[in-house]
Structure formats: C-alpha cells, structure tokens
C-alpha cells in the first residue's frame, strides 16, 4: 500500500456552480483538496498560485480574451500546458455533443474526457490514475496527511525555560511537580 503525506490539489474550472459543487463534495470525500474558478481567468490565476495537481476543466467556459471554435477550455488548457510546462495535467468535462471535441482533446494532451452527465466513479477512478500512477490497479490508496501532526514549537527550547521561576529541572522532579 502506498503511503501519501501530502493530499493532492484539483482545480475545478467549471462556470456551473451545481456541477462545480457536486464535484467539490465528491472529491473531497475521496480525500483531495479542491479549488474552484468560475471562468478561465480565474482558474489560470488559481493555477498560477497554487499550482494543482490536476485540473478539472470544463470545455464550454464564459469567454476569455478569444473565442475558441471548439470551446475556451482549450485555451486555457493550452496556457496550462505553456504555464507548467506540460506538467500539469488537465481532464475536460464537457456538455457538448459537438464532433470533433474529444480527438481535440487527446490532441493536446488530456489526461481524461468525459461528456456530462458523467459516471462520476468512472472519473474518480481516471483521476486516482493520473494522480497515483504507481498504485497497482484495484489497491487503495492510504492519505494519512490528516494525521499529520503540526511541528512541535517547543522542540529544541531549554526545558528549564517551560518551568516555574526559580525551579530547576532536577529539583522539579525531587518535588514531584
């Protein structure tokens, strides 16, 4: 079983709070820390500070500063991939049935596709793959990150320092205090 010390961080850029809520409450459930934007400016400015570990990326976004014929998605997710070098990797979820959608996205380079309304186990099942490669198909994953405990602000400080005035250490434990 592999041992993850860190929870892993998804961007949803989805403008449907509904479907941006439903996701939220799933993937936190399975244990990931969620970020939501609403349209692709502010996604891209999430992803600038908090560098996720996936991104959840609706095709169908508000316009951005161009119109994109097959969906803004895709040019935020081309901006991800030049942002974070292709390392970054992104999953669309789309409402359109439009063709031609799903080759563009293996063409440049998602990690998953899926067309609303969706399996939502399929899509946990796709992003525990491209966040957890290693985990052997069917084995779980163990996230013991709310466990961990916050660094002791005491350690390393003279312990005759957390005494009473006056009372030393050896003389504290004579007494019995």
């Not at 789309?94 to 399996?119: C, M, N, V, W, Y």
């Not at 996230?143 to 050896?170: H, T």
Request: proline fraction near 6%.
């Amino acid at each position: 079983m592999k041992i993850i010390l860190k929870r892993k961080t998804i961007l949803i850029v989805e403008d449907d709070e509904k479907i941006a809520l439903a996701l939220s409450v799933r993937l936190k459930a399975a244990g990931y820390e969620i970020l939501v934007a609403k349209d692709g400016q502010k996604g891209l400015a999430l992803a600038r500070v908090n560098w996720p570990d996936l991104v959840l990326l609706d095709i169908g976004l508000p316009i951005m500063d161009i119109w994109m014929p097959l969906g803004v998605g895709y040019s935020v997710a081309r901006r991800l991939k030049r942002m974070g070098n292709g390392c970054i990797p992104f999953i669309f979820i789309t409402a359109s049935r439009e063709q031609g959608l799903k080759e563009a996205a293996r063409q440049i380079g998602a990690a998953g596709f899926f067309e609303k309304p969706f399996d939502a186990e399929e899509l946990l099942s796709t992003i525990n793959r491209v966040l957890h490669p290693a985990a052997p198909a069917g084995e779980s994953i163990l996230d013991l990150s709310e466990f961990l405990l916050p660094p002791n602000p005491l350690r390393g400080l003279d312990a005759s320092l957390l005494l009473p005035r006056g009372e030393s250490e050896r003389g504290a434990k004579e007494s019995g205090t």
